[in-house]
């Protein structure tokens, strides 16, 4: 028997790496003569960096960053010199698991520390630089971002605006003449984890705004502020933006990445290629993925749900493992997954005691789900089985 994992990571618990092993471990419990590939997989979110790092090998280099709200971090990113290979994931710098639940603010929030650790990859005069988005706690649509790497906004009457979201809805012109030059002399790709639009009622700031701390009275004016943004980033380019899908990705930080020309791709292809997910699953009877959380979102380009559709497209069932399941899972099992399996069969006093205990319930799940399967291969089971559904 022949079974591949191709897990997500489980945020605040496991890396994709991480959660792979532990998977690992569940398996060989029940088969332990089984051949099992582990391949840890990624959709752009956060994470993928060190996907990458681990299927083409690198090095990880650090920079000095900011937060969402400006404090000052450190962060992480792939250098793979034989690829001459950036691999970035921009929640390093405006990730929403740096930001305090009582702590989120979007109106506050922006993103200037992506644009910083953009520069430190531009130093090591790479060809190219992957851009994992995802994660964010931000919807300045990059705005942060770009006035970092030298743009500059101007109101009617002239004047240079704040990077701050406040400032979009005044800004009357975009200047792009500042931006680094370095800029030019790279191959920008956007991995991009979902399908979105920067605006309107799927996008950025309706679908992603509330979870990163916004009121519904603020969606509209989040929503103006990036209709503004993408109509002076598509005037000033001559690009269209605002309606390409998953421009909305990372608080609409994507549009940014297309103005500045980068490759709109979906992350997962951009991972499974430098992991051969494809070849992997040659033979395979069977394929274990999951991620931290399965909800209607997940057919939209998430890790798990293109997992699925390889497994499909090639009549391999695949099983999905959760730590929590979201309003409108039950889709998912209309041509996607074999079976979903949640982990939380406990009841957690916590938030934190729950992530504590993730690698030992997605063990503990993976096992009895594959004892299951060695029951129901029970021809005795079987029978009985069999039996029960004709009656």
Sequence with gaps: MKIVIAPDSFKGSLSAQDAAATMHRGVETIFPDA???TVPVSDGGEGTAEVMLAAYGGEVKTCKTVDALGREREAEFTWIPSQKMVVMDTAEAAGIMYIGMLERNIMESNTEGV?????????????????????SATNDGGWGMMYNLGARLYNESGESLDPKISALPNAAKLDLSGLD???????????????????????????????????????????RCLKNWGRLLEET?????????????????????????AE????????AEATHLNEALDGADLVLTGEGQLDRQTQRG??????????????????????????GHEI??????????????????????????????LEDSVTL?????????????SDILLKAFDD
């Design 369 to 381: 789900t594959l004892q299951l399967m060695t029951v129901g291969a029970n021809p005795a089971i």
């Design 181 to 223: 030059p370095r800029l030019q002399n790279v191959k920008l790709i956007a991995a991009n984890d979902v399908r979105n639009p920067l605006t309107g009622p799927t996008g950025a700031s309706a679908a992603f705004g509330p979870q990163k701390g916004a009121k519904p009275l603020q969606l509209g004016k989040l929503d």
């Design 35 to 37: 051949e099992c590939v």
């Design 264 to 271: 709109n791709r979906k992350g997962f292809d951009v991972v």
């Design 302 to 327: 998430k890790t798990p749900w293109s997992v699925a559709q390889l497994g499909r497209s090639r009549n391999i069932p695949v099983i999905a493992f959760a730590a929590k399941l979201g309003i």
């Design 237 to 261: 380019t001559g690009r269209q933006i605002v309606d390409q899908e998953g421009a909305g990705a990372a608080g609409g930080m994507a549009a940014a990445f297309f103005a500045l020309g």
């Design 332 to 361: 998912l099992l209309q041509d996607g997954f074999t079976a979903i399996v949640p982990i939380m069969h406990q009841t957690m006093t916590s938030d934190k005691s729950a992530m504590e205990k993730v690698p030992m319930l």
């Design 115 to 135: 644009g910083m650790i953009l520069k430190a990859a531009l130093d090591l005069q790479p060809e190219t630089i992957i851009v994992g988005l995802g994660g």
